[in-house]
């Protein structure tokens, strides 16, 4: 099945500064990746999703670019801000349901610092 | 109005117990969900319906029974509650089968004592 690693675990920057979360995927027949945010105490959100024929996607200041010769994506925020605080899950699915359709990383706990 | 929601928020019990969890979507979704998120923030399938019909069940233990009475609606009862099963509970729907675009529930807090 599909195995999905997603770095760093806790990842704190500065207000204002980029941050990046990287996630590699196992599975090259996977070709759909979907990034959820989950503030604390609260539901997965879904915000920014990728298919494999495309290699970069943005939505103003968040983005995410696509690899699939090397198996890894990664989200990009641009000029944080405190609301940006939260746990971000990577994704990645086969696209056709079943049991193996859609594995989640493990989770990064982004901290924005005043 | 709440896309998807499920109830209760907090449910604590006594080891041993049977407890259910209902959740309803007004999204007209076709597909339906559970997933599991433990201590450590996993986020883990346990089952999917579409249309009122079983499409994942994934390895958990048959004390976890899902019922979906119509495709709006997707219950979670859990027979001999263990200290394992502590954990948030969500309920999610898609509108196709790939688990894709999810909505989640605002979660179920279960606590095991």
């Known amino acids: 099945g599909e195995n999905v690693e997603q770095h760093p675990s806790t990842l704190s920057v500065q207000e204002g500064d980029s941050a990046v979360i990287k996630c590699t995927y196992s599975d090259s027949a996977s070709n759909y990746f979907p990034w959820y945010k989950q503030e604390l105490g609260k539901r997965p959100q879904l915000i920014i999703d990728i298919r494999s024929n495309v290699g970069e996607k943005k939505d103003q200041r968040i983005a995410v670019t696509l690899n699939k010769t090397a198996k890894h994506f990664s989200l990009h925020i641009t000029e944080t801000q405190p609301e940006d605080s939260a746990v971000y899950f990577c994704?990645?699915?086969?696209?056709?349901?079943?049991?193996?359709?859609?594995?989640f990383g493990k989770g990064t706990h982004l901290i924005i610092q005043p | 109005d709440t896309a998807v929601s499920q109830t209760p928020k907090y449910l604590v019990t006594q080891m041993g117990n049977d407890k259910s969890i209902k959740c309803e979507q007004n999204l007209g979704h076709d597909t339906m969900y559970w997933y599991k998120q433990d201590s450590k923030k996993f986020l883990k399938i346990m089952f999917s319906y579409n249309n009122k019909e079983l499409i994942i069940n994934e390895t958990v233990p048959n004390r976890f029974s899902p019922k979906s009475p119509d495709k709006a609606h997707l219950n979670l009862h859990i027979n001999s509650l263990e200290l394992g099963d502590s954990a948030v509970y969500f309920c999610?729907?898609?509108?196709?089968?790939?688990?894709?675009?999810?909505?989640f529930g605002s979660g179920t807090q279960l606590s095991v004592l």
């Open positions: 994704a990645a699915s086969l696209g056709g349901g079943g049991a193996d359709g859609l594995t």
């Open positions: 999610a729907s898609s509108q196709g089968q790939g688990q894709e675009k999810l909505f």
